[in-house]
Every structure is written in structure tokens, then in C-alpha cells.
């Protein structure tokens, strides 16, 4: 694990990164580093007090585009024109329902303070996007952000729901606009069996690392 300082903007090759992912620490969470960051596919994750870490794992998990798995209930749905789907319209709104649901769940949420933050200086810069549900009585209750410094990749970050399927619903919008403008892959970081039923899968860091070139 490399330390880097915070008046260097760089990082090591993520190929130093050690079995768990981990590549570096410190550093900080400015609008360049971030984007520097999200172009070597690289990312930040910690807990609130401790130094900024840095990840780069392998495998890394991916949806592409084309894959997107849409059940025979969420296919009824969309047909159903409960929802509306917009985007940037609330980032800040979304970002910070994403750090409620670990707290809903009983747990210290990643997205702390400073990570909101740091992620809305991204948005007004144009680089930070959400996609936001609304139902019938036009409440927020699903979405999504994502970072896009890179026209190959799409760095999904964080979903929440408040009614039932709902943040599915925003990551099918993602998926299906993705693939209309020719985004090559949604990155999806580590797995978890809720972005494999959706049709995300791990793919070595060599072969995701070619999308950015």
C-alpha cells in the first residue's frame, strides 16, 4: 500500500494494489485528484476519520451495457409508467438518500461528509451524475449517481429506493442510455449478488483497464 501525499497529484500503477484492491492512501478529495482518479480507474473508499483510501481491485466488477437483465416483473413496471425518470435534476438529494441507506440499515455509511462533498464539486463541474425516480406524487424515492471523466466508462457509485424496485428501475435507465450512446461498460466496482441479478459481472483489471485508453 503506497502513501501519496497530497501536493503530488498522482498515483502508482494500479497494478501495485494488493490482493483485497487497495492501492494507496492519502492524498485528498479534490476535483483533480478525483478526476485523475476516475480516468486510471481508481476510486476512493473509507470510513469517516480515517485517511483517504484508495482502490483499484481485481476483479473488477462490470455491467456492459447490452447485458442488462430485465425481469418479466420490472419489464411489467416500465410498462405500467409508474415512474419518472429524469436526470440531474436532484444530484444532491440523491447523494445524500445513497448515504441514508446504510444508516436505515443500521450500519456507518462510506458517504459521509466530506465524500458528498467532494462528489457535488464533481457534479457542478460536469463530471457527477444522477438519475433520479419520481412517483405519481413527484417524491424522490429511487436513483442513482455515477462519474463519467472517461466517454468508454460510466463509474456507478451508489443507488437508493424508497419504494420497491425503484433503484433498479434508474440502473435499467443507466444501462439502457449507456448503451445508446455507445458507453463501452458501467463500472460496478465489487460484486454484490443485487448488481450480478441485474446482470453485472467480474472481468480481470487488465482487460477493464483497456476501456481507457
Given at each position: 500500500m503506497y502513501f501519496i501525499p497530497e501536493d503530488i497529484l498522482e498515483f502508482p500503477p494500479v497494478f501495485l494494489a494488493?490482493?483485497?484492491?487497495?492501492?494507496?492512501?492519502?492524498?485528498?478529495?479534490?476535483?483533480?485528484?478525483?478526476?485523475?482518479?476516475?480516468?486510471q480507474g481508481i476510486f476512493p473508499w473509507y470510513a469517516?476519520?480515517?485517511?483517504?483510501?484508495?482502490?483499484a481491485p481485481d476483479p473488477r466488477m462490470v455491467l456492459f451495457p447490452s447485458e442488462v437483465k430485465i425481469s418479466k416483473s420490472m419489464r411489467s413496471l416500465i410498462r405500467k409508467n409508474k415512474y419518472r425518470i429524469t436526470e440531474d435534476q436532484a444530484f444532491e438529494q440523491v447523494i445524500k438518500n445513497c448515504a441514508l441507506t446504510d444508516q436505515r440499515n443500521g450500519k456507518d455509511s462510506w458517504l459521509h461528509e466530506d465524500m458528498?462533498?467532494?462528489?457535488?464539486?464533481?457534479?457542478?463541474?460536469?463530471?457527477?451524475?444522477?438519475?433520479e425516480v419520481w412517483n405519481?406524487?413527484?417524491?424522490?424515492?429511487?436513483?442513482l449517481y455515477t462519474?463519467?471523466?472517461?466517454?468508454?466508462v460510466i463509474s456507478g457509485e451508489s443507488m437508493f429506493h424508497l419504494e420497491s424496485n425503484t433503484s433498479k428501475l434508474a440502473f435499467i435507465y443507466l444501462a439502457q442510455k449507456a448503451e445508446k450512446e455507445e458507453v463501452k461498460v458501467i463500472d460496478c466496482q465489487i460484486y454484490t449478488p443485487h448488481l450480478a441479478s441485474l446482470g453485472a459481472r467480474e472481468i480481470p483489471r487488465?482487460?477493464?483497464m483497456h476501456f481507457y485508453k
Open positions: 494488493n490482493s483485497q484492491g487497495l492501492l494507496g492512501f492519502g492524498g485528498d478529495l479534490s476535483i483533480e485528484r478525483l478526476q485523475l482518479a476516475y480516468s469517516k476519520g480515517e485517511e483517504i483510501l484508495w482502490w458528498i462533498e467532494a462528489y457535488t464539486r464533481l457534479h457542478h463541474e460536469g463530471y457527477a451524475h444522477s438519475v405519481q406524487k413527484d417524491e424522490l424515492v429511487g436513483g462519474v463519467q471523466v472517461n466517454p468508454n487488465d482487460i477493464f
